[in-house]
């Protein structure tokens, strides 16, 4: 890594950003990759925050990159050695996203980071593309327009074909496109506030008595909007005293529609990373029984671990399958007044904070969920007790996973009345995640 740094500044860097996108190309979650990247080098903060932007806008970008490999080079883009195109790709994102970058820099760095590989030989290659983007932007030539609106969209806001053919089926041209372009920006940087321990007020005026710019967020009543500096975020006021933790603004919604009364039973059957259940033991002021489970031990490991920093002791955590719950625990049966049922998902709401899982999820893939999650609805159910009530949440914005399958649900179940229904949409001028919820209470 020296040798990196010593012969042209930003050279590592772009290197790192450069593993990051093998590593997802591999299968490795974005952002697990960035972190696995970052904790080898030891990078300043300005040079982390660069490996960010490149890594994850050219994992946004990628239809939009590869639309123009195909348009610049001899060999298409998914044709092309996977070390190269990734490269490429880095060296693209600079040219078309990153004005404060001197194009020159971003050829040159590119070229010397391929002349580190086996490709070497490819050097030439691309020199020539990279300085024939360069050429088309200075000029305003833009790329063919592909044949149809959803096409045109996805190349535009780098999205999978069938993924913007059904936001348009969905929302509309206009609302799509505002859509897309939402999934394509840097989403704000939110904080829930621990009602247990400080108001919102007070933890505003520490961050601004440190610099840390910092708003309420409209409509959350609990929410800030923090602005990310070059302080470690653990060093951030209030961090280790529990005063807050990380939670989107539209995810801050979800709990306060459980409507948790302080002595409830209350379970949440998908907890971790556990941003939800913490909000509900706020809600019920650190009193009442609420039950954590997951099927991941070593997540709930590290969701206790951050209860614990909040101070939060009324919670009791569980591995297993919430799907046959009732086999492991008997007992349960018509136990809980409130369950909190946040079901795996395909995650379509989220995109522009997961930009890899535009590339992941397929249309077979939600199918599959939606069954996954007709059986945990249905595995659930028996807990309630009579004027129980149970929310149904997601981060997608699919309907097949959210008001058709609560539908299906309800048809199923005529002694359940639907309290409530929500969707939002990526926001791209207030910012938030897609999020949808159901409240459900039984007879």
């Known amino acids: 890594m020296n040798s990196l740094r010593e012969q042209k500044p930003g050279l590592e860097a772009r290197n790192a950003a450069w593993e990051v996108l093998q590593l ?16 080898k080098r030891k990078l300043k903060p300005l040079d982390k925050r660069l490996v960010m932007e490149l890594a994850y806008g050219a994992i946004r970008r990628r239809f939009f990159l590869d639309s123009w490999i195909d348009y ?60 024939s983007a360069i050429r088309s932007k200075e000029q305003g030539i833009e790329l063919p327009l592909p044949v149809n609106s959803a096409e045109i969209l996805a190349q535009a806001e780098s999205l999978p074909i069938w993924l913007s053919e059904q ?23 939110d904080i829930r506030v621990n009602r247990l321990r400080i108001t919102p007020d007070e933890l505003l005026r520490q961050f601004l008595a440190v610099d840390i710019d910092c708003k309420k967020i409209e409509g959350c009543p609990y929410g800030l909007q923090v602005s990310p500096n070059s302080v470690e975020l653990r060093n951030w006021p209030g961090y280790a005293e529990g005063q807050w933790c990380v939670q989107d603004r539209s995810a801050q919604w979800v709990a306060p529609l459980l409507d948790p009364q302080p002595g409830d039973q209350v379970l949440d059957a998908c907890a971790a990373p556990g941003g939800k259940t913490t909000h509900l033991v706020e809600l019920m002021g650190n009193t009442g029984e609420v039950w954590a489970v997951d099927r991941s031990p070593s997540r709930l490991k590290r969701f206790m671990d951050n209860a614990t920093r909040l101070g939060m002791n009324s919670l009791n955590i569980l591995s297993a399958d919430s799907a046959r719950l009732l086999n492991k625990r008997p007992d349960w049966e018509k136990y809980f007044q409130r369950i909190l049922l946040d079901v795996p998902c395909s995650g379509l709401g989220t995109l522009a904070r997961h930009p890899d899982a535009r590339w992941r999820i397929s249309p077979e893939q939600i199918d599959e969920l939606v069954i996954v999650q007709t059986k945990l609805l249905e595995g659930l159910l028996p807990l309630l007790s009579p004027g129980g009530r149970i929310v149904y949440s997601t981060c997608t914005i699919h309907p097949k996973e959210n008001i058709n399958q609560i539908e299906q649900f309800l048809s199923r179940h005529p002694e359940l009345i639907l309290l409530e229904e929500k969707q939002t949409w990526p926001d791209l001028d207030r910012g938030g995640d897609g999020f949808y919820a159901a409240s459900l209470e039984i007879r």
């Not at 997802?24 to 904790?39: H, K, S, T």
């Not at 195109?85 to 040159?108: D, K």
């Open 24 to 39: 997802v190309a591999a299968g490795a979650y974005a952002d697990v990759a960035l972190e696995r990247v970052l904790q």
């Open 72 to 131: 610049l080079g001899r060999v298409s883009a998914c044709k092309q050695p996977p070390l190269l195109r990734w490269l490429l790709h880095v060296g693209l994102y600079q040219i078309f996203y990153m004005e404060r970058i001197p194009m020159t820099a971003a050829v040159n760095t590119t070229v010397e980071l391929i002349k580190l590989t086996k490709l070497e030989k490819l050097a030439p290659v691309v020199n020539g593309i990279l300085r």
């Open 167 to 189: 936001i348009i089926c969905w929302r509309g041209e206009k609302e799509a496109e505002k859509i897309a372009k939402a999934f394509n920006q840097t989403p704000p940087f």
